[in-house]
């Protein structure tokens, strides 16, 4: 059987473009015992993605020249020579940017599409909603009252976050890059204010005026001159959920910045670093949790999608940019 495949052509110096992408057509192999055929029907673009292209070590190994880029997909088995899954079923897993594959029934997770919508198992109900929970409930540990900054608020986990927060009945604040997101994050999503980094003057004054109390938990997104002015308004005993640094992902030379440790030290503050893999352990709890709010309505939940396997690179390249509100996601026809 004759599939296209996207493969990285090159590693990017900087901000990665599209010439580091390649799309090829090649031979799939039939199904093998206990393995299926599936079709794609959303795959997703995050941003640890950009780590992967660089090689380097870190916790998940990097794509390799000329293979295929791999990630998070939500597809349907065609054909299934294993016992664990049919034809027709739905599942979710880790597999390469392909119009078809072939893997393991047992590396996959068979979901329910009827009352959940297949994209939520990439984002909300995926890796971005565990990362979500675990950085906040486990890790903040958040206490009512408390005052959460997001940053990166508008993407699939800040949004998540937020609303997670919400919850715990604290007050959110969110930076986003827009007005728009910053009026979304308000309307749409509950938080109790938002500022745009873009077009403020003085990001760290206007964070203190949105926190009048100081900032108890930081999720950190971004990293970079934002992080740098969060922190400026840090309260003693807070905690800092350190989840991304979108900010620094594509430097080409090491950015130098404030001097946070001493005020970290002399303020009490905890900063953890996680990957939400280390906490596989609470993953039950977090999916029963996040999907008893998504059906009483305690998290609204949003996508961008882009539509034809041909936009994936162009898909990956718009979370660099703001393109997305709430999670990127290319659905595959």
Not at 128 to 137: D, E, F, K, Q, W
Not at 153 to 168: L, R
Not at 280 to 297: E, R
Request: proline share 5%; net charge neutral; charged share 20%.
């Amino acid at each position: 059987m004759k599939i296209n495949q996207i493969v990285l052509a090159s590693r990017p110096a900087g901000l990665p473009a599209a010439d580091n992408f390649r799309t090829e057509e090649v031979e799939l192999n039939e199904p093998g015992a206990d393995s299926v055929l599936l079709k794609p029907l959303f795959i997703s673009v995050d941003p640890y993605m950009r780590g992967r292209m660089n090689d380097a070590k870190s916790y998940v190994p990097p794509f390799q020249i000329d293979k295929p880029i791999d990630g998070g997909v939500v597809a349907t088995v065609v054909e299934s020579k294993s016992t664990l899954l049919k034809a027709g079923d739905t599942v979710v897993g880790n597999m390469p940017w392909a119009t078809r594959c072939v893997e393991r029934a047992d590396r996959l997770r068979k979901v329910d599409i009827q009352s959940i919508p297949a994209g939520y198992y990439l984002g909300v109900l995926g890796m971005p909603g565990l990362t979500a929970y675990v950085g906040l409930a486990e890790i903040a540990k958040p206490i009512a009252g408390e005052t959460v900054v997001v940053s990166g608020a508008a993407g699939t986990v800040g949004i998540i976050v937020g609303q997670i927060a919400k919850i715990y009945g604290c007050r959110v604040i969110g930076i986003a890059g827009t007005d728009e997101k910053c009026r979304m994050l308000k309307d749409e999503f509950g938080f109790d204010g938002a500022v745009n980094y873009k077009t403020s003057q003085h990001l760290k004054q206007d964070i203190a005026l949105l926190c009048p109390a100081g900032v108890d938990i930081y999720f950190d997104n971004v990293g970079g001159d934002i992080s740098d002015a969060v922190i400026a308004n840090i309260n003693f005993h807070a905690r800092i959920a350190l989840c991304g640094q979108i900010a620094l992902y594509n430097s080409t030379s090491q950015p130098v910045g404030p001097r946070i440790l001493p005020m970290l030290l002399t303020r009490s503050v905890m900063v953890k670093g996680f990957i939400n893999g280390d906490y596989k352990a609470i993953f039950p709890d977090a999916y029963k949790n996040l999907t008893a709010w998504i059906k009483d309505g305690k998290i609204k939940y949003k996508q961008t999608v882009i539509h034809g396997f041909d936009k994936l690179p162009e898909a990956f390249l718009g979370l660099f940019s703001g393109a997305n509100e709430g999670k990127m996601l290319v659905e595959i026809s």
